[in-house]
């Protein structure tokens, strides 16, 4: 059956091609890693003419805000070499590769959690996705809000060529990290602003959800 705009499924048949995109014409891989692999493509632009782009190819990732009872979030110090620094960091890891396809993200992030804090999350809510760096990585960031934490006894720890050290940190104080500089990694910043913006979201609809003159308004 057709549907009422003219598709075969109701929806809006597909318009003329974006003139900025462009198509890979030809592809050529310099190196394959364990996650990670770098090539040349060789692209079309829609006048024609043709360019090279340096990509990096990744599976994608995860990254969590893990936050307790106490509403404190997760975070854990390591060093890292291409920055040269210890960076304070949420949560996060590499999607394994499973038979050539990149594992389910939701399956990731209890095991990055699990590995990287020793804990488990009861509830869990995903936030949404991100590209780290579109530029040149095909790296997509999958966000996740992790609570109803409990210690996980039997955990799997970290891999073994991670140093990890666990620091839990009050929303205003991770906030004002990020705003004075100390947490500088991206993806904690992304994660740091959801989650102030979620619970500022979510007040402000419990707000508007209270009876007029709040809970001590006597009834007429």
Known sequence: ??????????????????????????????????????????????????????????????????????????????????????????????????????????????????EETGFRAGTWRRLGAFWTAPGFATELMHLYLATDLVAATDRAGPDEDERLELVWLPYPDALRAALGGEIVDAKSLVGIFWYGWLQRAEGSARASEAPPGGRGAASS
Do not use: K, W
């Open 1 to 114: 059956a057709v549907g009422v705009s003219g598709g075969p499924t109701g929806e809006d048949p597909p318009g003329p091609p974006d003139p900025l995109t462009v198509r890979v014409v030809a592809s050529r891989v310099l190196h394959r890693g364990r996650y990670l692999s770098l090539r040349v493509d060789t692209i079309e632009r829609a006048d024609g003419s043709r360019g090279e782009r340096e990509i990096v190819g990744h599976p994608g990732a995860v990254a969590v805000v893990a936050v307790d009872r106490a509403e404190r979030i997760a975070f854990v110090r390591q060093f890292r070499l291409a920055a040269g620094d210890v960076l304070l960091e949420i949560p996060a890891g590499t999607l394994d590769v499973v038979d050539g396809r990149p594992e389910d993200p939701d399956v990731a992030a209890r095991r990055e959690l699990e």
